[in-house]
């Protein structure tokens, strides 16, 4: 018995992420776990439970609660069942389950009992993705309906979103259409997997149909706003008449917003105008120190490279660098690839040309996350070929004008092009 309970003291802390050092730690353990109104458990219980006060057996009531908050129904369910903390042997699990093509009550709990592992989500989003291409509709309007997703952080909800994006583009698209119309109305999908993976890559194909989905669907303030603000991305990036339409205001609850939602909207102003006036910036600086420098950002430096905004983008940088380069992040290596081409920007226009290209050196693309990696390559090259241009490295240029091409035709983000006439060394 004693090593039965002692890993499932680890499996709670592995679930809070509370590792017991000391007493305090207990409390805000104990805390945690009556944040569910269903679950309370003595202070001493746990104190005796850890060793800080003589240890008993603990009864089969307390370990079936510690159960309860994993997941399962009862510890003898958890003994059976506490492989599912192992990757692999849930992999395993999941694999069987493609196999078996089954989908009741009992797998919605052997997955949500998985997830208390958090690193087992690339295991379930490859069983949705199996359902996927099978074209299982049913199969996944029940597992999106009836799976209690635990809170997850931004990398483990990203990867989720890819695997289930990705198997949905590799589909024929009228089918994955046909998938979304079914999936948009059910909140688990519509905020884990079109509203968290930004698809900068199929902004002009499929996730543009898709948003224009989202937008029939959603009453949500926040989600309407993202998809106007990407809609108008799509236009302006393709060069449609962008002066007359998308007029987007503020609504009322903006302040509650995520911040990279916030850059975006701070991000379309800047696109809207003719230049960065001084009202503008004061607002584009008030904004950043209200909110997450290193997420309100990202969007931010990116609009003020295409407006070829130095000026303000120096600004940025000046006051707020330390914030700006975050890493403790998960996804830090796709918000420091636009912050380095951004700081590239800022050196290439004070003519520093050695440490804008060292910038680009530090640069890791295909660490990138897939949604923005095309995106950001676009900036990555035009950098190069301003770069390459003062320069007079033709040899560079020349490379740097290729790849920009290759990929403003994958994107069909066409502004670019009109971005790189002026640093086009002729041969």
């Not at 370990?63 to 510890?75: A, E, F, R, V």
């Not at 395993?92 to 997830?115: R, Y």
């Amino acid at each position: 018995m004693k090593n039965d309970y002692t890993q499932i003291l680890i499996d709670i802390q592995k679930k809070t992420r509370i590792t017991v050092h000391n007493v305090k730690d207990i409390k805000n353990l104990k805390d945690e776990i009556e944040l569910s109104d269903t679950l309370k458990i003595g202070y001493n219980t746990m104190r005796r439970l850890f060793g800080y006060l003589p240890r008993t057996v603990p009864s089969y009531t307390t370990l079936t609660l510690l159960s309860n908050y994993l997941g399962y129904t009862s510890y003898s369910s958890y003994l059976n069942n506490k492989l599912n903390f192992d990757e692999w042997y849930f992999q395993q699990k999941m694999i069987k389950l493609q196999l078996n093509n089954q989908i009741d009550t009992e797998v919605v709990a052997t997955i949500e009992a998985g997830l208390t592992n958090k690193n087992n989500i690339v295991a379930v989003a490859n069983l949705f993705a199996h359902y996927i291409r099978q074209n299982n509709i049913k199969a996944l309007e029940y597992l999106f309906n009836a799976i209690k997703m635990p809170k997850l952080t931004d990398g483990e909800s990203l990867k989720f979103a890819t695997v289930v994006t990705y198997n949905l583009l590799i589909i024929e698209k009228s089918v994955a259409l046909k998938i979304y119309r079914k999936l948009l109305p059910i909140d688990n999908f519509r905020n884990l997997v079109p509203l968290y993976y930004i698809d900068y890559s199929n902004l002009t194909a499929i996730y543009a149909d898709v948003l224009e989905l989202i937008k029939k669907i959603s009453t949500k303030s926040s989600d309407l706003l993202f998809v106007d603000l990407m809609l108008f991305y799509k236009d302006f990036f393709q060069k449609e008449n962008t002066n007359n339409t998308h007029i987007i205001a503020i609504p009322k609850d903006f302040n509650t917003f995520h911040d990279v939602l916030k850059g975006r909207y701070l991000a379309y102003l800047i696109f809207k105008t003719n230049s960065v006036d001084e009202v503008l910036e004061k607002y584009i600086l008030t904004e950043l120190k209200k909110n997450k420098v290193s997420l309100i950002s990202q969007e931010v430096i990116a609009a003020l490279i295409v407006k070829e905004a130095y000026e303000t983008l120096s600004v940025i940088f000046e006051k707020y660098y330390e914030e700006i380069f975050e890493s403790n992040s998960w996804t830090y290596k796709t918000t420091n690839t636009i912050n380095l081409i951004g700081l590239a920007n800022v050196n290439w226009y004070n003519e520093k040309y050695t440490s804008a290209k060292k910038n680009l050196e530090l640069i890791e693309l295909d660490k990138v996350e897939l949604g923005y990696c095309d995106y950001f390559s676009l900036f990555f090259y035009l950098t190069q070929l301003k770069i390459s241009f003062s320069e007079k490295d033709k040899i560079l240029n020349t490379y740097a004008q290729t790849e920009l091409d290759n990929y403003i035709t994958k994107t069909n983000f066409i502004v670019f092009k009109e971005l790189a006439t002026n640093y086009l060394i002729q041969t």
